[in-house]
């Protein structure tokens, strides 16, 4: 014992060093005890003295009995230690042979193995207290480490109201200090630091715990407590069958704001952040509760004229841009009372309440026209698109916000079939035409699935032949109940409903199989949509009309709009090539009209320009307008493109343009209206496809030029 109180403590104790004091201690205890054991034997042999052989009997007992409270923890020094002193000991008593001594011996034996037993039963309850020590303060690690890692805050309330066991996370959460829930401390103690500390407002506890009290019966209680920093938490107390409590405390706060955030955006719209439909709709119906006749609230749809326009030109990310500018400008001409929204694409409403009479409403409805006429700035374009607003009042218009809607609708599409740019009030005959409008939808598409639409095609006359060179064809529809449907009126709707893309096909397929039966010197002349010419498989399209009727690629020319040209230039211009791969002729029809650009003849493979009617109002008495299309016709002949003017009506303003030698071909009412299939056959198959003398059995006379 003394050297291993002498061994370098700094170093430490691994498994074979302590196994190897350990046999040394059990060497030299076990020679002590034999010593011991010897010392008795010698008693007994040596003296026939009762108190010395008692003495000697009684210290050995002693030790064996100090062996086992001292070294039960080691099996091989206790049954060593035995042995040695027992051994002997029991050799004493033998040794003398008396009877006596004998019984004693008798007694001992299993005394000692009883001792044994003992000690082992003693090492056993040590180990196993030893392990559950340990078990328990690595459970208690391992709960003090979950507890202090949870994401929420933990406290555990006992029955008397003092707080039995708390975690890191819940102080940390209220912004205190950490002792502030220390167990042992009550809780409404602790919960009143907080409010001393400011982080949680003295009503909020005080209606904290008031719940908590009365809903704690039920067995658990759920709240919101609202803390210092903006943040809020999400108390949750349940109930113990003992009395006790525990309490959770989760921060809640981004929860609340993506909430919070959700119910906005089912409120709002996400671009302009302005109230949605259903805003719309909630937001009137209460506004509509309290309309009198005298006190009536006006709802002002708002369309802007020209955004798709910008969409499909310069792309949606610059429409987005535009529609937050138009929810801006449209915000500062809102008075507190107005309610402005977004219902979706392009489409706005405000309604003004209360309203007493409907100039209010179209003095507003007139700003708002004036104002969205204004250029806007996107990307450093400069953007024109205007407005048209309709108007329905209530309660004459409608007593509730769908009916009010439906009929400023009606009004806004009266505003804009009338020229845009202005507003104006539902009246109720505009329901009337809207039905119209309905039912002429259903006819149109029921038209187009029964092949009721048809083909009538104008002439494009050579100015130096007088023969026609080519034939426009142009849509027609003969409604059974009213008649002539003008183009204007159902081409529109078509593109509206979807059904230009399928009308357009039929029209290219008709058109080419009706021109196989023209002289093979006359082309065709089909219209592309917009629409159409964005479909994919347009080039497939026209080589299966061509392959289908037979017809000579050369005689068909294609007509697309300069809008067509605005957007996606580079897969506008693929496409093109690969038209003209065909050997189709492409035109580039309404020359100078919309956004008109003469890079359109240098950048694409145009072999036709059509110069648009409107160059020729009024050119008479126009020397400017003269000059102008005298300029562009000798630019586009000496690019090499071909210069076709339309809309030609009276002989004095064929002069003009036949003194123009770059213009190749006119069209017009003064050479021939448009015309059925079988009367445009009869016209080109008469005499020598003149127009001058065709036109003395089928129309009026072109006395200007002779057949030849």
Not at 23 to 40: D, K, T
Not at 87 to 93: G, I, K, N, R
Request: glycine share 8%.
């Amino acid at each position: 014992m003394r050297a291993f109180k002498r061994r370098d403590e700094s170093k430490s104790l691994d498994l074979a060093d302590a196994r190897r004091w350990e046999v040394r201690y059990v060497l030299g205890s076990s020679v002590y005890v034999f010593a011991m054991g010897v010392w008795c034997f010698l008693a007994f042999a040596r003296t026939a003295d009762p108190m010395v052989q008692l003495l000697c009997v009684s210290l050995v007992l002693v030790n064996v009995i100090g062996v086992m409270g001292r070294n039960f923890g080691s099996k091989l020094l206790v049954t060593a230690q035995l042995l040695c002193s027992g051994l002997p000991l029991l050799a004493a008593l033998l040794w003398t042979g008396d009877l006596f001594y004998l019984l004693a011996a008798g007694v001992l034996t299993p005394f000692f193995f009883a001792f044994s037993t003992i000690a082992d039963r003693l090492r056993q309850t040590l180990m196993g207290a030893v392990v559950a020590e340990r078990d328990v303060r690595l459970l208690a690690n391992r709960l003090d480490a979950a507890l202090n890692n949870m994401s929420h805050g933990l406290c555990m309330v006992d029955r008397k109201g003092t707080i039995a066991i708390s975690n890191n996370r819940l102080p940390h959460l209220l912004g205190v200090e950490p002792d502030v829930f220390r167990p042992g401390r009550p809780a409404i103690e602790a919960f009143l630091s907080c409010v001393r500390a400011g982080v949680v407002a003295p009503a909020d506890l005080r209606r904290i715990l008031a719940e908590i009290r009365s809903r704690l019966g039920e067995g658990a209680a759920s709240l919101i407590l609202p803390i210092r920093g903006r943040r809020t938490l999400m108390i949750t107390s349940r109930s113990m069958p003992d009395g006790s409590s525990v309490m959770l405390a989760e921060d809640v706060t981004e929860q609340k704001k993506a909430e919070a955030q959700i119910r906005h955006l089912a409120h709002y719209d996400y671009l302009t952040d302005l109230p949605n439909r259903v805003k719309f709709r909630e937001s009137v119906g209460r506004l509509l509760e309290e309309v009198t006749p005298e006190s009536g609230c006006a709802v002002l749809f708002v369309d802007l004229d020209e955004f798709k326009q910008v969409n499909d030109t310069l792309g949606h990310p610059a429409g987005d841009v535009l529609l937050q500018l138009v929810a801006t400008r449209l915000r500062t001409l809102a008075a507190e009372s107005q309610l402005i929204a977004r219902l979706g694409g392009d489409e706005f409403v405000i309604v003004i309440a209360p309203t007493a009479r409907p100039e209010q409403a179209g003095a507003v409805a007139q700003r708002v026209v004036d104002e969205l006429s204004r250029p806007f700035w996107v990307d450093g374009h400069a953007i024109i698109i205007g407005a048209s607003v309709g108007i329905a009042i209530a309660p004459t218009d409608g007593t509730d916000a769908d009916t009010l809607l439906k009929n400023a609708d009606m009004a806004l599409y009266r505003a804009k079939a009338e020229g845009r740019g202005r507003y104006r009030f539902f009246e109720p005959e505009m329901d009337t035409r809207m039905r119209e409008r309905r039912a002429l939808e259903i006819d149109l598409r029921e038209a187009v699935a029964g092949a009721a639409l048809e083909l009538h095609y104008q002439p494009l006359v050579n100015l130096q032949t007088g023969r026609i060179a080519a034939c426009e064809a142009l849509l027609r529809w003969h409604h059974p109940e009213r008649g002539l449907v003008s183009p204007g009126e159902f081409i529109p709707l078509a593109e509206e409903m979807g059904l230009i893309v399928e009308i357009g096909r039929w029209v290219l397929f008709s058109a080419c199989r009706e021109a196989t039966h023209w002289p093979a010197d006359t082309r065709v002349s089909v219209n592309l949509s917009p629409s159409q010419f964005r479909q994919p498989g347009l080039v497939e399209t026209v080589g299966e009309a061509l392959d289908r009727s037979g017809l000579d690629p050369a005689r068909l020319d294609l007509e697309i709009t300069e809008s067509t040209l605005l957007r996606d230039t580079d897969g506008v211009l693929q496409t093109l090539e690969q038209i003209r791969a065909l050997g189709v002729s492409i035109s580039l029809d309404d020359f100078g009209t919309g956004y008109s650009s003469l890079s359109y003849l240098r950048k694409f493979p145009l072999q036709t320009v059509k110069i648009d009617r409107s160059f020729l109002l009024g050119i008479e008495a126009n020397d400017k307008q003269r000059v102008l299309l005298r300029g562009i016709a000798r630019l586009c002949g000496e690019l090499g493109v071909r210069v076709v003017i339309e809309g030609v009506e009276t002989s004095a303003q064929l002069d003009i343009i036949s003194a123009n030698p770059e213009i190749e071909e006119a069209q017009g009412f003064l050479f021939a209206k448009p015309a059925s299939a079988a009367h445009t056959r009869r016209l080109l198959g008469f005499g020598f496809n003149s127009v001058t003398s065709a036109s003395a059995a089928y129309g009026p006379p072109w006395s200007r030029r002779s057949a030849g």
